[in-house]
């Protein structure tokens, strides 16, 4: 259940939500200058902590900042930041700060501003998602998480707006990942996603289902997978750190495969879930 005036962080200081404030000229808020992340928290510990501050000091590093914390420090806010066993994410995010003038240019004394907060997780909807897909219209920086997400918000209520759920992004002919989620598709058996570039982000939980996939002798490929190739999956999931692995049962208005979630997907999920609860014993 969400905490209706949370405690968050800000810029070494712990307070209500409602209490944290904002200078008008965080380069945040004028330039859509910093990166984010995302922590899933199962039974009150942080999942694959080590994966995504490494992906955090990469996105740092593509926008030319200096991770501000150590992982000691980021530990130790997230753990005052967790309420109780539920699942929740921690949402971290670091902008470049407030400069005194507005310039394009990266000023050299500015202090980061670093925001973090812990929100529930909600249930995956049994029964699966409708999609869309839709031309990829972002920037060629998509491995950085980069909070700039305006391309990603509309792109999303386009798939709003025509009846499904999420948008999955088409460039050049090739499936990208989706709006807030990386992309898997079922091809002639074979469990298809893909390879990581320039084009999407490097998803956690991207990678933690390929390890889960190749443990238990799944076939797996890293590869561009056409749209023809993905009107013809007999499955197609969606996967992020808030919403594991999502079956896709409809795309464009069409059926996937039987149009219920496919048998793979249930048990790679009962796999993922599985694994979700080592966490949960092992306090
Ligand atoms: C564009 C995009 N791709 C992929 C993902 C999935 O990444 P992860 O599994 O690390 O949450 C996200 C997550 O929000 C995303 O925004």
């Known amino acids: 259940m969400a905490v209706e005036n949370p405690t968050i962080y ?16 965080d380069r945040g808020f004028l330039f859509g200058d910093g990166i984010y992340e ?18 955090l000091e990469d996105s740092l590093a593509g926008i030319r900042m200096q991770p501000p914390l150590n992982r000691c420090e980021w530990e130790k806010i997230f753990d005052r930041l967790i309420v109780g066993e539920q699942d929740q994410a921690v949402y971290l995010q670091i902008t470049r700060g407030a400069a005194l003038k507005r310039d394009h240019a990266i ?31 972002r920037w060629q920086y998509c491995h950085i998480k980069a909070i700039t997400l305006l391309p990603n918000v509309l792109l999303r209520q386009q798939a709003l707006d025509r009846g499904g759920v999420e948008a999955i992004l088409i460039r050049h002919g090739d499936v990208t990942e989706g709006a807030a989620s990386n992309v898997f598709a079922v091809i002639d058996g074979v469990l298809a996603t893909p390879p990581k570039s320039r084009h999407i982000l490097p998803g956690i939980t991207r990678d933690l289902i390929l390890e889960l996939a190749q443990e238990y002798r799944i076939p797996t490929a890293e590869r561009n997978i056409t749209l023809a ?3 013809r999956a007999s499955e197609i999931w969606l996967t992020s750190s808030t919403r594991e692995i999502l079956p896709v049962v409809e795309l464009d208005g069409t059926r996937v495969g039987d149009g219920v979630p496919g048998p793979l997907w249930q048990n ?16």
């Open 229 to 231: 190739e993905l009107q």
């Open 107 to 137: 000023p050299a004394d500015v202090v980061p501003t670093v925001f973090a907060m812990c929100t529930p997780i909600t249930p995956v909807p049994a029964g699966g998602v409708r999609v869309v897909t839709l031309d990829d219209i």
């Open 268 to 283: 790679l999920y009962a796999i993922y879930q599985e694994y979700k609860n080592t966490l949960r014993v092992r306090r």
């Open 10 to 25: 800000l810029n070494g200081e712990f307070m209500a939500l409602d209490r944290a404030k904002v200078s008008v000229l």
């Open 38 to 55: 995302v922590i899933p928290v199962y039974g009150g510990r942080l999942f694959r902590l080590d994966e995504h501050l490494r992906r």
